[in-house]
């Protein structure tokens, strides 16, 4: 299950079972969003980014939703895989918002289960 | 996606040290790179904007005199930790944007003993 604590919000799953991480944003003018997977000592990996004007966005194994009413973005991976375990950021990019026009949410942890 | 890549991954120094990290797109040219520190469990927190051929922009409650930066061409940027000391042990992250994406390095590790 997924819990909320000091650290990093934590979600354990299954090897193969399917995965849901989800994300609220922030700010409704955010016109493309991103995920990232980071590896422990790794840099931030780009996996699947979406544009305002789609709701879904689907690529191999991930699936992007985005529901724009309640500014919430969930991340679906398919059949996880012991490689998918790493912490997630999603990222919302607004031009006025900030230098790098981007802001990440606090990430979350999947932690896949044998 | 583009490449970014980052040297050295790992370093460690003796405090007072000054420390170099590069930054550099493999595959494409990036006039504007980012240079970003991250704490243990925690997300990325923008330093500062380094602009090819002028001067680097400063995140508020960054010392621009500490951290320098040099961008000298269109594929690489230099984040310089002067006078190192423990408290900048951290990781430090470089990203460079192509078109609207915005790729990362895989981050250098930084020990200050």
């Known amino acids: 299950g997924e819990s909320v604590g000091l650290h990093l919000p934590t979600l354990s799953v299954q090897e193969g079972d399917n995965s849901i991480i989800n994300c609220a944003y922030s700010n409704s003018a955010s016109d493309y969003f991103i995920w990232y997977k980071q590896e422990s000592g790794k840099g931030p990996q780009f996996i699947i980014d979406?544009?305002?004007?789609?709701d879904k966005r689907q690529g191999q194994r991930v699936t992007v939703l985005l529901n724009k009413t309640v500014k919430h973005l969930s991340l679906q991976i398919a059949a996880t895989q012991p490689g998918d375990s790493a912490v997630y950021f999603c990222a919302e990019f607004n031009p006025g918002g900030g230098a790098d026009g981007l802001t990440f949410g606090k990430g979350t942890h999947l932690i896949i289960q044998p | 996606g583009a490449v970014v890549s980052q040297h050295p991954s790992r370093v460690i120094c003796k405090s007072g040290t000054s420390v170099k990290i590069e930054c550099r797109s493999l595959?494409?040219?990036?006039?504007?790179m980012f240079w970003y520190r991250q704490f243990p469990k925690k997300s990325l927190m923008l330093m500062a904007t380094s602009n090819e051929g002028s001067k680097a922009t400063y995140e508020q409650g960054v010392e621009k005199d500490k951290f320098l930066i040099n961008h000298a061409s269109l594929t690489l940027s230099t984040l310089t930790v002067t006078s190192a000391h423990p408290e900048d042990s951290s990781f430090y992250i470089c990203?460079?944007?192509?078109?609207?994406?915005?790729?990362f390095g895989p981050g250098t590790r930084l020990t200050v003993l």
């Open positions: 990203s460079a944007r192509a078109g609207q994406g915005q790729f």
């Open positions: 979406i544009r305002s004007n789609m």
């Open positions: 595959d494409f040219q990036a006039t504007t």
